[in-house]
């Protein structure tokens, strides 16, 4: 093989691999963009599910204490 045979096959090479290179991080970009769009939407699930436990807990405690025993909600609270 002579050299301009091989300085065109280097440069090929050379090329793909910089295409690779690119499409592997802009993969990865965009992974981490997905990966921290989908952490936002579990902390929101867990504020949500914390909020409607801290609501049934309130809600079963005030049957533990008679609180619902015929009188309305207005002469409770």
Known sequence: ???????IVVGTITTIGAVIVALIQ?????NKDDHALVMGAIR?????VHRVDTKLD????DHQE??????????VR
């Open 1 to 7: 093989m002579d050299a301009s045979v091989s300085a």
């Open 58 to 61: 309130k809600h079963i405690g």
């Open 26 to 30: 802009r993969g990865r970009r965009e």
């Open 66 to 75: 008679g609180k619902f025993n015929g009188e309305s909600n207005k002469s």
């Open 44 to 48: 929101h699930a867990i504020n949500v």
